[in-house]
């Protein structure tokens, strides 16, 4: 399924770059939980890296109820980037050196969620998104902890991805020259998961820990 774009979500530069295809806007974000979350706060441009979390036709993000972003966001229009960065294109010209990558951008709206029930299903669902199986091991929240937390939720109904792939694009005269030219793929990488030094002695890392991956 796809959405039309609307006036702001209408790729101009590089149009043939985007795509407005849900699965793909779904599966951007779902491969790469770091977004930032661009608002205004007295009346100046802020741009802040958090973590965001994919239920359905809407993404959230959380922090601490003190958080300045967090308030600035409550019930008035942001956008949220989510970038996986795929590599660099290296052309024959410095003009036409470009990146790969896969891009989301989606407007709106933020929510808080306000319900005590409903905070702590989307806490779960933010840790079970990244870690399957990891909630039911975890020490039951707390109602401070809760509290203290709040939890913004935007539905994607005005987004869009912009994504490219694929080998430089030089000028025609320019693949005659003897300059190398390609892509360095990039990619983050979990490494092996280090143990906390206070660790209970014997315990196994768990699948979740093991088999996790970004982008
Ligand atoms: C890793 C990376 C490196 C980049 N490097 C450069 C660079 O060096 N120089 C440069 O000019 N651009 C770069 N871009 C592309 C950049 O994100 C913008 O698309 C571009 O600058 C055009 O901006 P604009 O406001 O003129 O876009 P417009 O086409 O006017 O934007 C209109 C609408 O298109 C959509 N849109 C635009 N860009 C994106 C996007 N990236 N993802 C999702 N939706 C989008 C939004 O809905 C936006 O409101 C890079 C992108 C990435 C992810």
């Given at each position: 399924m796809s959405k039309s774009?609307?006036?702001?979500?209408?790729?101009?530069r590089m149009h043939e770059n985007a795509k407005y295809d849900t699965a793909l806007i779904h599966a951007i974000l779902d491969a790469q939980p770091m977004c930032t979350v661009g608002y205004s706060f007295k009346g100046l441009p802020y741009v802040t890296p958090t973590l965001q979390w994919r239920e359905g036709n809407h993404i959230y993000w959380h922090g601490s109820a003190a958080s300045r972003m967090l308030e600035a966001c409550e019930e008035t229009q942001v956008c949220v980037n989510v970038t996986i960065f795929d590599g660099m294109v290296m052309a024959r010209s410095a003009f036409e050196h470009s990146c790969n990558y896969r891009s989301?951008?989606?407007f709106g709206t933020a929510h808080k969620v306000i319900h005590r029930d409903d905070k702590e299903a989307r806490l779960k669902s933010m840790v079970e998104t990244l870690f399957p199986g990891r909630w039911d091991m975890l020490r039951p929240m707390k109602e401070k902890e809760l509290k203290a937390t709040t939890i913004l939720g935007l539905e994607l109904n005005e987004v869009s991805a912009k994504v490219?792939?694929?080998p430089p694009i030089d000028d025609t005269d320019d693949y005659a020259l003897p300059i190398w030219a390609g892509v360095i793929p990039l990619q983050t990488v979990?490494?092996?998961?280090?143990?906390d030094p206070r660790l209970i002695a014997g315990l196994v890392v768990p699948d979740h820990v093991a088999k996790f991956k970004i982008g």
């Open positions: 774009p609307t006036e702001r979500t209408r790729v101009k989301v951008m989606a490219r792939s694929g979990a490494l092996q998961a280090v143990d």
